[in-house]
């Protein structure tokens, strides 16, 4: 993993300078998190994972760390084609999913968005489409993209609950900062 050195000459992982830049350059008035799912039926040994990921969102929300979130359902894959991208409501969802796969800090990418050519030897069919993560958040300060879980250095991987982890592990530390016992 490539460490990031600070002036004081500290060595800091790439999520750590991103919660740095986050908490010191995005202190905007609304913190919303938009989670992006393929599905509301989990695939199966994801359905804990989803409740997990909403339960710790809808905690933060009710105790002020973000404004709100929302859960988006992005279906399976999504075909790529022209007459698919123009359709109702599918043109926002592409340029949403487009600004999900575009987003960078420094050397963290998202990562998860497949693009794939998928055909037909009966119809001679062919088409691609973009399968999303099985979950991915998009965490947003006054309206810009400002995170992407899941997404990746060259050695690490930073999944959506790391998100929410260190979220709420920012909660402990105000709590334990002014002195006050966290039970929990």
């Known amino acids: 993993m490539r460490q990031t050195t600070r002036d004081n000459g500290e060595s800091t992982s790439a999520i750590a300078e991103w919660w740095n830049e986050y908490g010191r350059n995005h202190r905007g008035n609304n913190h919303r998190v938009r989670v992006f799912v393929r599905s509301f039926a989990p695939a199966p ?7 997990q990921l909403v339960e710790g969102l809808l905690f933060a929300s ?3 760390l973000i404004t709100d979130y ?7 894959a999504l075909c790529t084609c022209e007459h ?10 592409f340029e949403t999913v487009a600004t ?3 987003w960078r800090y420094e050397e963290m990418n998202p990562i998860g968005f497949t693009r794939r050519q998928v055909s037909s030897s009966l119809t001679g069919d062919r088409h691609e489409i973009l399968i999303p993560p099985e979950i991915s958040l998009g965490v947003y300060v006054d309206g810009s993209l400002a995170g992407v879980f899941p997404c990746a250095t060259e050695t690490e991987t930073y999944r959506p609950e790391r998100y929410v982890e260190d979220l709420l592990n920012v909660q402990h530390r105000a709590i334990t900062d002014e002195g006050v016992t966290h039970t929990g």
């Open 62 to 64: 009710s105790n002020d």
């Open 100 to 102: 999900l796969r575009e």
């Open 70 to 76: 929302d859960v988006t359902v992005l279906g399976n």
């Open 84 to 93: 698919c991208r123009t359709l109702p409501e599918a043109e926002a969802l």
């Open 45 to 51: 040994g994801q359905h804990d994972r989803h409740r």
